[in-house]
């Protein structure tokens, strides 16, 4: 393995920079330029005639058809494949490996699944292994790769936003940069190597048939705006500071690969969103300069419609695949948007439970975006059940998905949480087919729903 010793100023940062590309190179498929497409359309995922799937940034190209999907989770196959993790606990409380992990991916593969969603990094400061050990990284990364491939299943890779200051502070001793580094900082250890790994993925896997899009990273929306101490010493970045930092790893990613579409990754905004960017830093203070029209409640107020499908898009805009997670509220929760706070019934200022989704993906449709409902479940931890009332929710999601499909919108593609969870089977409710674990005993109607939701997709 090739261990790196570094200091504040990282003096050998040149050199590990070399070496680490040298290998990210030594396995590199070069990307395909044959696919024609225009940007300037809706993100679309295509099927050729032979069956097989391509994702590109505007309609499909001639002799290929538009295709609608549902699909899943199948987060921790990195994690569990990774020699930098530890992956403990699964069922029994050991730790999850690489056979776990190629185990649930056959699963799906021979239940008729054929995209997922996956972390493309290592959990927090876990990512530093792939500086400390990058011939390791890269070899159990591309066994993954070439797992998927061989299964002829598509991928959407997310690559990893918002923990690069932890990567940063735990291979520089002394280091301690923040979120807030990682974001608005060009010049900080922790943005170089964003963009570095970033770069090396891509540049790696960007020739790779099995990549069906690219992802940054998992919900780092839900960090914009919030107050010390969330991101360090100051308030958090805001929305046009995250939206340039996006765009930038969007434009790091077109350097290698110009033709497959970027998701965001992002959860639903939260239901103050536009409160938040606008109505103060959530610090009492009596300097503060008095709030701008609409901020009724404050910091913490409940956006309205108008409002909060404003910072949708505007969070949104750095990419073609508008990405919301989006999970069923838990008793102590009130699922209502746009109305007065600690509404709990619906109403006609209420957005009720998967109803949101209908917001956001008209909002998309109308800027010709593509929506992904990257994550969705289930109250937590019974996210896909065991019960039919579990599962209500799910089923939401992907009747919506149908009818928008028949409407011709741009809802094209959702994952649920979650496919066989290793890593997580002893605290989280995942589709494990034909287990006869009590609170499994849902999976397989999950999965008839899924492919029903399919079915009725693909027969228009």
Avoid at 159 to 169: K, P, S
Avoid at 191 to 199: C, G, I, Q, S, T
Avoid at 222 to 234: A, E, F, R, Y
Wanted: aromatic fraction near 10%; glycine fraction near 8%; hydrophobic fraction near 40%.
């Amino acid at each position: 393995s090739l261990s790196l010793s570094l200091t504040h100023t990282m003096m050998n940062w040149g050199s590990w920079l070399a070496v680490s590309a040298a290998l990210c190179s030594h396995t590199v498929i070069a990307a395909s330029n044959s696919v024609e497409t225009d940007p300037s359309g809706a993100a679309s995922i295509c099927t050729t005639p032979s069956g097989a799937l391509t994702a590109v940034r505007g309609p499909c190209p001639t002799g290929t058809a538009s295709l609608h999907i549902a699909s899943v989770n199948i987060f921790d196959q990195l994690w569990v494949g990774s020699s930098g993790m530890d992956t403990c606990c699964n069922a029994t409380g050991g730790p999850a490996t690489y056979v776990d992990a190629k185990a649930a991916l056959l699963l799906a593969h021979t239940s008729g699944i054929r995209v997922f969603r996956f972390f493309a990094s290592l959990f927090g400061g876990s990512q530093a292994f792939w500086i400390k050990n990058p011939a390791t990284f890269w070899f159990e990364f591309d066994r993954l790769i070439d797992d998927i491939e061989a299964l002829g299943m598509y991928a959407i890779p997310s690559l990893g936003t918002g923990m690069w200051h932890e990567v940063a502070n735990v291979v520089t001793p002394g280091l301690n940069e923040t979120l807030n580094d990682n974001i608005q900082n060009t010049t900080s250890t922790a943005y170089k190597l964003n963009l570095e790994y970033f770069d090396q993925v891509t540049k790696r896997y960007a020739g790779r048939k099995c990549v069906l899009a690219w992802e940054l990273g998992n919900e780092l929306n839900l960090q914009v705006s919030l107050p010390i101490p969330s991101c360090g010493p100051k308030p958090c970045f805001n929305t046009a500071e995250m939206v340039q930092y996006e765009t930038a790893l969007v434009s790091k990613i077109r350097e290698n690969d110009p033709v497959r579409p970027v998701s965001s990754g992002h959860s639903m905004p939260r239901a103050s969103a536009w409160h938040q960017e606008h109505c103060g830093s959530g610090v009492t203070t009596t300097s503060a300069p008095p709030a701008p029209p609409g901020c009724d409640g404050g910091y913490w107020g409940s956006d309205t419609k108008e409002q909060y499908v404003e910072m949708f898009a505007w969070q949104s805009s750095a990419v073609e695949m508008w990405s919301v997670h989006h999970y069923a509220s838990d008793a102590n929760a009130s699922p209502c948007f746009f109305g007065p706070a600690g509404t709990l019934e619906p109403g006609p200022k209420c957005a009720w439970n998967a109803s949101l989704i209908q917001v956001v993906a008209a909002a998309a449709a109308q800027n010709s975006k593509m929506l992904y409902v990257g994550e969705y479940g289930g109250a937590n931890p019974d996210f896909t059940g065991p019960s039919v009332a579990n599962q209500s929710f799910n089923q939401n999601v992907l009747d919506l998905q149908v009818a928008d499909s028949k409407a011709g919108g741009t809802y094209s593609l959702s994952t649920i949480w979650a496919w066989a969870c290793p890593s997580h089977r002893a605290d989280m409710v995942c589709i494990w087919p034909g287990s006869s674990r009590a609170k499994e005993l849902g999976s397989d109607k999950m999965i008839a729903d899924i492919h029903a939701a399919n079915t009725a997709m693909s027969s228009q």
